[in-house]
């Protein structure tokens, strides 16, 4: 079992930026895929990035080269780095523990419970 926990969210203008932060439990983290998704209301979860073991990371081509996934395995820690924010980039964000070939498919073992951005315009 694995349990994560989001941090980060907040109100922000358009074209400000967010760091998001998520702490996931279990002694195994440097071998975790993680992806970040999201889900705006009234709307299904879409994927936003991922980032595998070894740092190999992809993105959804709406947030390409506006958000950054990164890791910290000392810290059993994955972040979402969201510059350039967009009113559509109003949602719920979740991080998931899952395989990398899958997740950016929306398929993860395990979530978090969410942090909500909301981009003011």
């Known amino acids: 079992q694995v349990q994560l926990v989001e941090s980060g969210g907040g109100l922000v203008q358009a074209g400000g930026s967010l760091r998001l932060s998520c702490i996931a439990s279990?002694?195994?983290?440097?071998?975790?895929?993680l992806g970040w998704f999201r889900q705006a209301s009234g709307k299904e979860r879409e994927f936003v990035a991922a980032?595998?073991?070894?740092?190999?990371?992809t993105y959804a081509d709406s947030v390409k080269g506006r958000f950054t996934i990164s890791r910290d395995n000392a810290k059993n820690t994955v972040s979402l780095q969201m510059n350039s924010l967009q009113s559509e980039d109003t949602a719920v964000y979740y991080c998931?523990?899952?395989?990398?070939?899958?997740?950016?498919?929306?398929?993860?073992?395990?979530w978090g419970q969410g942090t909500q951005v909301t981009v003011s315009s």
């Open positions: 980032i595998n073991w070894g740092s190999s990371t």
């Open positions: 279990g002694r195994t983290f440097s071998n975790y895929n």
């Open positions: 998931a523990v899952g395989q990398y070939s899958t997740l950016r498919l929306g398929r993860g073992d395990y």
